[in-house]
């Protein structure tokens, strides 16, 4: 089973910050948090990960909290190609392991 | 790098029917991981493979259901005899099978539907 929890669905204006939000209280000290997004009929893509610190990449920005409990994901300026299923998966760093997709987050980015 | 491949992109078939799904990983990528995706269940795995060999096939839903790894190019994933309920998007995706690597790269899907 999936150990995250996010909304359903969020709306998102074109042209402004989208900020996605995960619940992972139960994140184990070895896992991280990654996200994964799925535009429709697309396979998921990979967007970013992290431990604890805050990271950075050309796609996104992921937050943490100190805790370690919850976490956000930034789009910092949505687009229309934005719009997809987000998804928030806590695993260990390796890849030989597989991922545990749980229902995601539908973000519509609206013009 | 043309990314992992998968065949056929549709399949219809009636009920009864073999299915085979087809997947080429990434050139260099030793782990492969066959996933399922409906609108009841969302995105489950099916089973996973490291160096050729599965490690986990408990998400292979029925007896009728077998995936094979003849070499590190290549997977099949077998539906025989296949029901309406074994309509879905079916995922192939590959990565290194290293600790430390983040990411699974994925197919594009086979859309299956057994009328």
């Known amino acids: 089973d999936a150990k995250t929890t996010q909304p359903p669905s969020m709306d998102c204006a074109e042209g402004r910050a989208a900020n996605l939000p995960c619940n992972h209280s139960?994140?184990?000290?070895?896992?991280?948090v990654y996200w994964y997004r799925q535009i429709h009929s697309q396979g998921p893509q990979y967007i970013i990960h992290g431990l604890k610190n805050n990271e950075t990449n050309e796609m996104a920005s992921l937050i943490i909290t100190e805790d370690r409990k919850s976490s956000t994901l930034i789009l910092p300026h949505a687009t229309l190609r934005d719009t997809a299923v987000y998804y928030c998966?806590?695993?260990?760093?390796?890849?030989?392991?597989?991922?545990?997709f749980g229902k995601g987050t539908r973000l519509s980015v609206i013009a | 790098d043309a990314g992992v491949i998968q065949s056929p992109r549709h399949e219809v078939t009636e009920m009864g029917q073999e299915v085979t799904l087809r997947c080429k990983p990434i050139s260099g990528h030793n782990s492969l991981f066959w996933y399922r995706q409906t609108m009841m269940r969302g995105l489950e795995l099916l089973i996973y493979?490291?160096?050729?060999?599965?490690?986990?096939d408990s998400g292979m839903p029925e007896d009728r259901f077998s995936a094979k790894m003849p070499n590190a190019s290549f997977s099949t994933l077998k539906i025989q005899p296949s029901e309406p309920r074994d309509s879905a998007v079916y995922f192939c995706a590959s990565s290194p099978a290293y600790d430390g690597y983040n990411e699974q790269f994925f197919g594009p899907g086979t859309r299956l539907t057994v009328l």
């Open positions: 998966i806590v695993r260990v760093p390796s890849g030989n392991t597989p991922l545990v």
């Open positions: 493979f490291n160096n050729n060999v599965p490690i986990d």
């Open positions: 139960t994140i184990s000290g070895n896992e991280y």
